[in-house]
């Protein structure tokens, strides 16, 4: 299969945003839109599914916790209705805005500490996966935590991500700030390479790991976005 680049979208009502998403579009194979509870908003949403359908990009719901201050990087203690009934909810408001625009809904990533949440604890991705066995959709996620070990349990399709603008832990986790930080595009290239050549992530106490994806995400809500999608489309294409 080859690797494809998705990045997160319709964020420009968050406190974070730099708008960076008109440009990311032709870089991108997937884009993952915001449903209005970390960010966006009606009018966004819509110009956004429009936008991406224009450009031939896939559409995924990036559904996150509704906490607009936090921009959906605070975790919450969710029972795992309350996580399905919030997915449910986003997922169904960027369906309507899909159908509208006669685009179908590929995919669901959860956003934030809410994918961190999810891949963690398996009740929840098991809500997580009620909501993707509803539409018939695949779920967005990491390698070897319960976003694909329910995944497969449930027969929910699956596709692995690897993030070039974000750090690893030894463990395997995401560094993730609540404030978004520009990542070098050097940095960005040179991570893309090494995890397409040697199925390697470098963590952030030197230790490689192995890692496997079908996808490399790149955030928009950092200030460099376009820049580090630049270089990372080169590299895959190069690939």
């Not at 680049?5 to 915001?34: K, Q, R, T, W, Y």
């Not at 309507?96 to 929840?124: F, Q």
């Not at 497969?152 to 832990?169: C, I, N, P, T």
Request: include cysteine; glycine fraction near 10%.
């Amino acid at each position: 299969m080859p690797v494809s680049l998705n990045s997160d979208m319709g964020e420009s009502f968050g406190i974070h945003s730099f708008g960076n998403d008109d440009a990311l579009l032709p870089l991108v194979d997937a884009a993952n839109i915001a449903c209005g509870f970390h960010a966006g908003d009606p009018v966004g949403i819509h110009q956004t599914v429009a936008k991406a359908a224009a450009a031939g990009v896939a559409v995924g719901a990036h559904p996150g916790l509704p906490d607009a201050v936090g921009f959906g990087r605070r975790e919450m203690k969710l029972y795992p209705e309350e996580v399905r009934d919030l997915v449910l909810y986003q997922v169904a408001a960027l369906k309507g805005y899909l159908d509208a625009e006669g685009v179908p809904l590929r995919h669901i990533k959860p956003h934030g500490s809410l994918y961190g949440m999810v891949a963690r604890d398996s009740e929840l991705m098991n809500a997580v996966c009620d909501v993707a066995v509803q539409y018939g959709v695949p779920v967005y996620g990491m390698a070897g935590t319960a976003h694909e070990y329910v995944a497969v349990e449930r027969g929910v399709g699956f596709v692995a991500e690897f993030y070039v603008d974000l750090g690893y832990r030894a463990d395997g986790s995401l560094v993730i700030a609540r404030r978004p930080h520009a990542t070098p595009p050097s940095l960005a290239a040179d991570r893309a390479r090494l995890a397409l050549a040697d199925g390697l992530v470098e963590t952030d106490s030197g230790k490689r790991l192995p890692v496997r994806f079908d996808s490399i995400c790149v955030h928009s809500d950092t200030p460099n976005a376009v820049d580090v999608a630049t270089v990372v489309r080169q590299v895959i294409n190069s690939a």
